[in-house]
C-alpha cells in the first residue's frame, strides 16, 4: 500500500471538502452525486432503505454485486458515523482511500496504526468528523473500545465477510463470535452483515450467532455468468498452466496453490518464461507482501500466485482469470475465489486442475486437525461435495447454485436439471465421456435403503465391496441382499459414483447426524428403473476447456489512439495520488469517454462513475486529453 495511507487515515479525513452533511441527501442524490451512477442495481435501494429505517438485515450479495454501497450510503444519510468491521486490514485500507477520494471522510482502525495515530482516529470519531470509521473485529470486541464508541454517536454497524461468524462456514475466525455483544452495546443501531459466500445453513448461523434483532434478508443470485468454469484432472499441470495462460498474456489474473514452496516454485517458473508473476504467502515478509500487492493493483498484466492468504477484500475490477493448481478445500472456497475474477462485469475464467495428491493431502489437514470430530465429518462433506463438482456431466453453473440453496427445483424441474446448459462452461461446450451407471447406482441406494439409511458412505461402500469389519458383524450387515454385490469396483469408483449422486440430487448427507446417507424423493424413480442413469468416466487424460472468446475491451482500430492516451492519463494520475487506476476511473467510465466525446465538465458528470469530487480532482486532465484527440 502507498507509504502515505496512515498519514491520510489519520490527518486528513477531517479535512475533506462537505459533501452536504448539514443537510441530509437522499441516497437517489448521493448515489448520483458522490458515486457518479444514475442508478441502485439489484437489490440495493431495499436494503439501504432498510437500514436508514433502522431494520438489522442479512445481505448476501456476490463478488463485484456492490455491497459496499449498501451500508455507504445509509451510513451517510443517518446521523453519526457508520462503522463497517472487517478482517481484512489491506480491504480497510483500499476502502478508506476509494471512500476519500470520493469525498468521504473515512479512516481505519487496526493495529497498524502507531499510537498516536489511534488517538487521532478516536479523536476524530469523537467529534463526529467522520462519516464512516472501518474497524477489525479484534479491535471493537477490546472493552476500551466498546466503552469510548457508546460515547458516540453511530448511524449504523455492518459486519462484513460475516460468514466469518459460522463454524461451519469456510473461513470461521473466533473473534466474530463475540461481536453478539454489538447488541448489547448498541440496541438501538441497525446492524447489517453482509457476505459474498454463505451456504442455508450458514446463514442461519450468521443471524443467530450476531443475534440479528429480525432481519430483513437479501439475498442475491450466487451466478455469476461472466465467469467461465472449466476443471481438468491434472496431469503435466506446468504445462497446463501454460496453454491455459496462452489466451492471458496481456492480463491480470491469480493462480492459487497449496503450499507456500509451491507458489514460490511457480511464481520463479512463470517469470522465467516471460510472464510477471509475483509470490504471495503469508511466511513472506510483510514489506514484500505489501510490496507486491501494491504492484498487482496498481499495473497491468501482473499474475499473483498465491496461497489463500491473497485475495479476501482485493477490490480490483479487472482480474481476468483465477487459475487454481490444487483443490480448494470447498465449494464455498472455491466460489469465493473464483468471485475475484470479473468484478468488472466482463467475461473472466475460473480454470482449475486437480488430482488425487490434492485429495489426500486435504484429508491429512481434516484428520491431523484437533477439531471436534463433527467439524471433521462437515469438512470431508465439503470436500466430496467439491469433488461432485468436478465431475459432473452436465453444466457446472445450475449445481453450484444448488449448493447455496439457489434454484430450489421442483421434482419435475429437477428431473430436467440435466438439460440445463449456460454455454459458458466447460461441461457444456464439451460435454464428458459418460458410461451407464444405472446399475451400479441402484445397487448403492439400494444398500443405503438396507443399512436402514443409518451410516456413512465408509460403511456402505465396505458393504457393497463385502469387506469383513468389525461393524459390519456387529450388525450382521454381512446377511443383507446387498453385502459384496458392488465387488467388481473399487472404493474410489464407488466414491465417485456417490458424489455424482448427491451433486444430481439423488442422495443426501444427512450434517446433522453422523453424515449418514439418506434417500431423497427423486432416488424411487432409479430405484425403479423408470430411469437410464449417465455419469461421468473417471478422468485420466487432461480435458482443457474449449479457449473462450478472448476478453476484448471493444476498442476499434479508429479509437485505440484515444483509449491508450486516457488510460496513461489515468495512470499518471493514480500514480501522483498514490492509489491504483481503478480508484479514479473504472475501464467502463474510459470506456463511455472515448465513445461519446464529452467536451464540458456538464457531459462529464453525466458518465457513469464520474461523481463531484472526481470530477473536482481528474475532470480537467480528460478533458484535455480527449479535447486535443478531436484536434
Known amino acids: 500500500m502507498p507509504s502515505n495511507t496512515h498519514q491520510q487515515n489519520t490527518e486528513h479525513a477531517s479535512s475533506i471538502p462537505s459533501i452536504n452533511r448539514e443537510n441530509k441527501q437522499s441516497p437517489q442524490a448521493i448515489l448520483e452525486s458522490i458515486f457518479g451512477y444514475s442508478e441502485f442495481r439489484g437489490q440495493q435501494q431495499s436494503i439501504i432503505e432498510t437500514a436508514i429505517e433502522g431494520q438489522d438485515s442479512l445481505i448476501i450479495m456476490p463478488t463485484g454485486g456492490g455491497k459496499s454501497l449498501c451500508y455507504q450510503i445509509p451510513a451517510l444519510v443517518r446521523q453519526g458515523t457508520g462503522i463497517v468491521i472487517s478482517p481484512l486490514i489491506a ?16 479512516a481505519f482502525l487496526n493495529s497498524t496504526l502507531s499510537g498516536a495515530e489511534t488517538a487521532r482516529v478516536i479523536e476524530q470519531t469523537q467529534s463526529g468528523q467522520l462519516d464512516i470509521l472501518y474497524v477489525a473485529p479484534e479491535r471493537i470486541n477490546q472493552p476500551s473500545t466498546l466503552n469510548w464508541l457508546t460515547q458516540c454517536s453511530i448511524s449504523l454497524i455492518a459486519i462484513d465477510e460475516a460468514h466469518c461468524v459460522s463454524q461451519w462456514g469456510h473461513d470461521f475466525r473466533q473473534d466474530y463470535l463475540l461481536l453478539n455483544q454489538l447488541a448489547q452495546y448498541f440496541p438501538n ?61 496481456d492480463e491480470s489474473g491469480i493462480i492459487y496453490c497449496l503450499s507456500r514452496k509451491k507458489v514460490e516454485s511457480t511464481a520463479a517458473w512463470l517469470n522465467d518464461r516471460g510472464l510477471t508473476a509475483l509470490p504471495y504467502h503469508a511466511g513472506l515478509p510483510a514489506h514484500t507482501r505489501a510490496e507486491n500487492q501494491t504492484r498487482f493493483l496498481r499495473e497491468d498484466a501482473i499474475i499473483m500466485v498465491a496461497t489463500i492468504a491473497f485475495g479476501m477484500g482485493i477490490d480490483k475490477p479487472d482480474v481476468r482469470f483465477v487459475a487454481h493448481m490444487n483443490l480448494p478445500k470447498s465449494l464455498e472456497s472455491y466460489y469465493q475465489e473464483t468471485g475475484r475474477a470479473g468484478r468488472d462485469g466482463e467475461p473472466a475464467e475460473a480454470f482449475m486442475i486437480y488430482g488425487l495428491d490434492d485429495v489426500v493431502q486435504l484429508s491429512q489437514f481434516i484428520d491431523n486437525s484437533d477439531a471436534k470430530i463433527e467439524y471433521k465429518l462437515n469438512e470431508k462433506n465439503k470436500l466430496d461435495a467439491l469433488l461432485g463438482w468436478c465431475e459432473v456431466t452436465q453444466c457446472r453453473r445450475q449445481p453450484l447454485l444448488d449448493y447455496f440453496g439457489e434454484g430450489d427445483l421442483s421434482s419435475e424441474e429437477n428431473e430436467n436439471k440435466a438439460h440445463i446448459a449456460c454455454n459458458f462452461c466447460d461441461t457444456c461446450q464439451t460435454p464428458p465421456k459418460t458410461w451407464d451407471a444405472t446399475e451400479a447406482a441402484q445397487k448403492l441406494l439400494s444398500c443405503v435403503y438396507r443399512v436402514n439409511q443409518r451410516f456413512a458412505l465408509g460403511h456402505v461402500i465396505d458393504v457393497l465391496r463385502g469387506k469383513k469389519t468389525e461393524r459390519i458383524e456387529q450388525f450382521n450387515h454381512e446377511q443383507l441382499s446387498t453385502y459384496g454385490i458392488g465387488a467388481s469396483l473399487s472404493q474410489n469408483q464407488w466414491r ?35 430411469v437410464t442413469l449417465l455419469l461421468r468416466e473417471d478422468i485420466t487424460e487432461p480435458r482443457l476447456s474449449k479457449p473462450v472468446k478472448k476478453h476484448s475491451n471493444g476498442v476499434s482500430e479508429q479509437d485505440s489512439a484515444l483509449w491508450d492516451a486516457l488510460r496513461n492519463c489515468r495512470k ?48 480537467e486532465a480528460f478533458l484535455k486529453v480527449i479535447n486535443e484527440h478531436l484536434e
Not at 91 to 106: K, N, P, T
Not at 500 to 528: C, K
Request: contains cysteine; hydrophobic residues 40%; neutral net charge.
Open 572 to 619: 499518471e494520475l493514480a500514480d501522483e495520488h498514490g492509489i491504483p487506476p481503478y480508484m479514479v476511473f473504472h475501464d467502463a467510465t474510459l470506456m463511455e469517454m472515448m465513445e461519446t466525446h464529452p467536451c464540458s465538465t456538464a457531459e462529464l458528470l453525466s458518465i457513469s462513475g464520474i461523481g463531484e469530487s472526481k470530477l473536482d480532482k481528474f475532470g
Open 189 to 249: 443501531v441497525p446492524r447489517m452483515a453482509l457476505t459474498a459466500t454463505a451456504t442455508p445453513r450458514s446463514q442461519i448461523d450468521i443471524v443467530n450467532n450476531l443475534e440479528l434483532n429480525a432481519p430483513a434478508k437479501f439475498v442475491s443470485s450466487f451466478d455469476r455468468p461472466n465467469i467461465h468454469y472449466a476443471v481438468a484432472a491434472k496431469n503435466d499441470a506446468k504445462k497446463q498452466l501454460l496453454k491455459f495462460l496462452t489466451g492471458h498474456r
Open 91 to 106: 480491504l480497510m485500507q483500499d476502502q478508506v482511500s476509494a471512500l476519500m477520494q470520493v469525498g468521504i471522510r473515512a
Open 496 to 530: 465417485s459414483i456417490t458424489r455424482q449422486l448427491i451433486v444430481r440430487g439423488l442422495l443426501r448427507v444427512n450434517t446433522e447426524h453422523y453424515n449418514n446417507l439418506t434417500l431423497t424423493d427423486a432416488s424411487r424413480e432409479l430405484l425403479q428403473g423408470q
